[in-house]
Structures are given as structure tokens and as C-alpha cells.
């Protein structure tokens, strides 16, 4: 089991918005990033310290944090956002991944 | 520009130490705001933290298989070494490094990422 947990699968339409929740009692006091991982590529930073999203990743993708709770919203889903996707925190001077989520956009 | 690329063994054998250099560009381990981390990922399955460097030398590992975990950097060659000991089947991954920058409000953030090397242990 992980200390981070994410559904495993989200499934959306085209043009729809995809949300995939990540839950931990560390997410309380620790900043959220997330990754996106397209098959056969390495993860790509999509959001980080919950929200801010790194130059170059489209405005669809936006992020939240309440309480133990961070989402990942994508908005306008296009089909190649299908990916898995991890969101990531620091537990002191070590580092939790969730499981990941595949997002299928059909 | 930054880069990172993963080099090491395809294959181990179990028992064997896996090595695994992470060669890096665009960035120095001199510079406080920078890091680097070892981080796996077994076919099919999800990522797994594995070991930080942080600029000042201070090394973190994962809890779970911190006994088996060694990482150290080298600023001359802009390269951070990997050691893994005792490799199992279970092990065999895809290893990936990547750099840990800090950001202005002091949280570590792996903004880039090497390919990945698969290693696969067997006899």
C-alpha cells in the first residue's frame, strides 16, 4: 500500500474535465507535486508546490491542495493526456509517490 | 540546458551490487538550490523513491531498503553514483535519476529527468 493514494484508473471524454484526487495524512503539512508519465517516457513535472504549473505545461492542468487531499484537474481533456499520472510529497528528508492513476480519455 | 542520462548494467546477477553513474548538464551540485535523486520503477508498476543527494553532501535514502543504498556525487565530473547492493529479481527496474531543484519557498522539486536504464536481474 502507499502512504499517498490515488484511484487507479479515471476515464473521461474529449473536451471533458479530468480529476484525479491523491490523499495521504502527510499532505496536511507538505507541498504536492505531480507527474505525468506517458507510456515508454519518463515522468514529466506537470504541477508543483500544489498549484504552480512548470513553464512550458498547458493552463489546462491546474492543481489544489485542502487538508489531506491534493487534486489535479485537467480541463478540456484531449487525448493526449492519456497517461499515468503521480502525484509526489516529502515526509521529512524522504519522498512518497502515490500509485498513479491511468487516465483514459474515450 | 539540462540534461541527465542514466549509465550502467543491463543485467545483474542476484547477489551482485548494482551501479548505476548518473552523468548530468545545465546544472552544478555546487549550487545550493540543486539536488539529485535515484528513483525506480518495476515494468508495470509505480514509482519508488530510492536515494537524495543534496548539494551540502547530505544524503537521504528510503526507509525500506536504506541498509542497501548508497549514492554519492561528484562535482568535478557533474556525475552522481548510485549503489544498490544485494540485487533480488524483485529489483529489476527501470532506474531514473533526477535533478532536485530547490524552489524559492525551500521545497525540492524534480523538474528534470533522465531516459531511464532498464535493469533486469537474473541468473
Known amino acids: 500500500s502507499y502512504e499517498l493514494t490515488q484511484p487507479p484508473s479515471v476515464s473521461v471524454s474529449p473536451g471533458q474535465t479530468a480529476s484525479i484526487a491523491c490523499s495521504g495524512d502527510k499532505l496536511r503539512n507538505e507541498n504536492v507535486c505531480w507527474f505525468q508519465q506517458r507510456p515508454g517516457q519518463s515522468p514529466v513535472l506537470v504541477i508543483y508546490?500544489?498549484?504552480w504549473r512548470p513553464s512550458g505545461v498547458p493552463e489546462r492542468f491546474s492543481g489544489s491542495k485542502s487538508g489531506n487531499t491534493a487534486t489535479l484537474t485537467i480541463s478540456e481533456t484531449q487525448t493526449l493526456d492519456e497517461a499515468d499520472y503521480y502525484c509526489q510529497a516529502w515526509d521529512s528528508s524522504t519522498v512518497l509517490f502515490g500509485g498513479g492513476t491511468k487516465l483514459t480519455v474515450l | 540546458q539540462v540534461t541527465l542520462k542514466e549509465s550502467g548494467p543491463v543485467l545483474v546477477k542476484p547477489t551482485e551490487t548494482l551501479t548505476l553513474t548518473c552523468t548530468f548538464s545545465g546544472f552544478s551540485l555546487n549550487d545550493l538550490r540543486m539536488g539529485v535523486s535515484w528513483i525506480r520503477q518495476p515494468p508495470g508498476k509505480a514509482l519508488e523513491w530510492l536515494a537524495h543527494i543534496f548539494s551540502n553532501g547530505e544524503r537521504s535514502y528510503s526507509t525500506s531498503l536504506k541498509s542497501r543504498l548508497t549514492i554519492s556525487g561528484d562535482t568535478s565530473k557533474s556525475q552522481v553514483v548510485f549503489a544498490m547492493a544485494n540485487m533480488d529479481p524483485v529489483d529489476t527496474a527501470t532506474y531514473y535519476c533526477?535533478?532536485?531543484?530547490?524552489?524559492?519557498?525551500?521545497?525540492?522539486?524534480?523538474?528534470?529527468w533522465g531516459q531511464g536504464t532498464l535493469v533486469t536481474v537474473s541468473s
Open positions: 508546490q500544489n498549484h
Open positions: 533526477a535533478r532536485g531543484g530547490v524552489t524559492e519557498e525551500m521545497t525540492t522539486i524534480f523538474d528534470f
